[in-house]
């Protein structure tokens, strides 16, 4: 028998736990049943209390304490620790039942979605036929505010393609906190970064407020290393965010669903793109917000 899933996946601060809290919130409204595990061995407070949580198996703060490890070597070993224990996971997960949407909040370090083949092995683990058998679905998040610095969204967006290309599971992508650029970005500008495209460097506020101040960003050659500010507005990091803009535009994998946690109707529509990508329900469509529901001023 199938179960079905959801792994929140992104970057520290991106409102991982935040919108499994909505989540949770969401199904019990619309009386359906969540089984909620937490994967981060740092996480400390919750708004739902996980009913499986790693702690229970190992913490962080233990592993760098005992091991002398730093915050991220402490959670490469705790995964590996995971990896060591699957009955941890087992015994838990093997007695739901298809009513159940299993939600996993995962930890905010980068490396587990990039270059490590820790999550591709647990992802195999819970989605093997035969065994836990479970429906799953990735869900990355990444911080709307990043829209705002060019740089960091191409960068959030090659995160994103990257765990896509290593999980090899129905994936989607969301720019979280809408709330917070509601009053920043227009309908029209936010509708261009619905999908990653190289057209979107030609308007770079920082670089056009450089050229407004008069700062000269045509060669970086003889910059001085140690100077942040020279290095990130000259010409090799231009040319390395193109790069990154281009190599998105190549795969033309990612495009980003927007998310409002606040926003029972936006959660909701979140939801019914994870069960369309479960087949939680074969006949159910997914269904999209209207653009005034995300931002209703116009400039």
Same mark, same amino acid.
């Given at each position: ?197 190289? &057209?979107? !460097?030609?308007? #770079?506020?920082? %670089?056009?407020?450089?050229?407004? =101040?008069?700062?000269?960003?045509? +060669? *970086? ?33 990612? &495009?980003? !669903?927007?998310? #409002?946690?606040? %926003?029972?109707?936006?959660?909701? =529509?979140?939801?019914?793109?994870? +069960? *369309? ?23």
């Amino acid at each position: 028998m199938s179960k079905y899933g959801v792994m929140v996946m992104g970057p520290a601060g991106a409102g991982k736990s935040t919108f499994c809290a909505s989540l949770i919130t969401h199904l019990q409204l619309n009386r359906r049943s969540a089984f909620y595990v937490n994967l981060d061995p740092a996480a400390e407070s919750f708004e739902h209390t996980p009913d499986l949580d790693i702690k229970d198996l190992i913490s962080l703060e233990d592993v760098m304490d005992e091991m002398k490890l730093g915050p991220n070597g402490g959670l490469i070993y705790c995964f590996e620790f995971l990896m060591e224990n699957l009955d941890f996971l087992t015994e838990a997960l093997d007695s739901l039942t298809e009513e159940y949407l299993i939600i996993f909040d995962m930890p905010g370090q980068i490396e587990l979605y990039t270059h490590i083949p820790i999550l591709p092995t647990l992802v195999k683990f819970l989605t093997t036929p035969g065994a836990l058998d479970i429906r799953l679905c990735a869900a990355y998040l990444l911080e709307a505010t990043f829209v705002v610095d060019r740089a960091k969204y191409f960068a959030g967006s090659l995160s994103a393609m990257s765990a896509m290309i290593m999980l090899e599971v129905p994936h989607i992508n969301i720019l979280s906190k809408m709330d917070l650029v509601k009053n920043q970005v227009r309908k029209k500008d936010l509708k261009k970064f619905i999908t990653p495209d190289t &057209s979107l !460097l030609l308007d #770079d506020p920082a %670089d056009l407020a450089r050229r407004k =101040a008069g700062e000269d960003t045509s +060669d *970086d050659q003889y910059a001085d290393p140690q100077d942040k500010n020279a290095m990130l507005s000259g010409a090799t990091f231009k040319r390395l965010n193109t790069a990154v803009a281009q190599l998105l535009e190549t795969f033309s994998m990612v &495009s980003y !669903l927007k998310l #409002d946690s606040t %926003d029972e109707d936006s959660v909701g =529509a979140i939801l019914s793109y994870i +069960d *369309d990508c479960i087949q939680y329900h074969e006949a159910q469509e997914p269904r999209e917000l209207k653009d005034e529901e995300f931002d209703e001023s116009e400039e």
